[in-house]
């Protein structure tokens, strides 16, 4: 199991919006940067979403991400068939001292 | 551009060793650090260690201490995982990713190289 908890799969409509939350705990998300990675079939994750809520360039302000506490979310809206993929939060880990990713959410387009 | 190039494929017997190159591009090799994750066939993402490509300073998960040695060559602008006495669980694609932190692994990863699928299997 890992040690900050995705929701599996979400799914929604093209346009619509989509939430994909990451809890952690005070040793990870609660007192370090949380970072997001969106992982098409096939391919190497990419940076969506570093420091809680900043995008890097050439990534599209339909991704936004914040923090409250220990839990973080990712939001993405006006979805896109494209955007099916699987999405991974990540962050320090201050007692294990690792890195730590979320188990992964697999987003759903219908 | 930023790029972050793996070498290819490896077949290995359990028990053997197992070194994957990244070779950089595109920036200050010396600037950044250097994290490995792997991903085993239909799992998460899994982090095995960080160098910092200036100083050569390590940090490794503590599952893959003793097993894994992550170094770097400056002069090629190219950094190396070796992972030992492996079996058939270390069947996995091996990221190199470059770091947004320098001194401590405690940032994510902007850049990801293609990956390297290491198969383990006698």
């Known amino acids: 199991q890992s040690v900050l908890t995705q929701p599996p799969s979400v799914s929604a409509a093209p346009g619509q919006k989509v939430t994909i939350s990451c809890s952690g705990s005070?040793?990870?998300?609660?007192?370090?940067?949380v970072s997001w990675y969106q992982q098409l079939p096939g391919a190497a994750p990419k940076l969506l979403i570093y420091?809680?809520?900043k995008r890097p360039s050439g990534i599209p302000d339909r991704f936004s991400g914040s923090k409250s506490g220990t839990s973080a979310t990712l939001d993405i809206t006006g979805l896109q068939t494209g955007d099916e993929a699987d999405y991974y939060c990540?962050?320090?880990?201050?007692?294990?001292?690792?890195?730590?990713f979320g188990g992964g959410t697999k987003l759903t387009v219908l | 551009q930023v790029h972050l190039v793996q070498s290819g494929a490896e077949v290995k017997k359990p028990g053997a060793s197992v070194k994957v190159s990244c070779r950089a591009s595109?920036?200050?090799?010396?600037?950044?650090?250097i994290h490995w994750v792997r991903q085993a066939p239909g799992q998460r993402l899994e982090w095995m260690g960080w160098?910092?490509?200036?100083?050569?300073?390590?940090k490794y998960s503590q599952k893959f201490q003793g097993r894994v040695s992550i170094t770097r060559d400056t002069s090629a602008s190219t950094l190396y995982m070796e992972l030992r006495s492996l079996r058939s669980e270390d069947t996995a694609v091996y990221y190199c990713?470059?770091?947004?932190?320098?001194?401590?692994?405690?940032?994510?990863?902007?850049?990801w190289g293609q990956g390297a699928l290491v198969t383990v299997s006698s």
């Open positions: 990540g962050t320090w880990d201050g007692s294990l001292n690792s890195w730590v």
């Open positions: 990713a470059r770091g947004l932190t320098y001194y401590y692994p405690n940032g994510g990863c902007d850049f």
């Open positions: 160098i910092n490509a200036g100083n050569g300073n390590t």
């Open positions: 005070g040793s990870n998300s609660g007192n370090n940067y």
């Open positions: 420091d809680n809520d």
């Open positions: 595109g920036y200050i090799f010396s600037s950044y650090s």
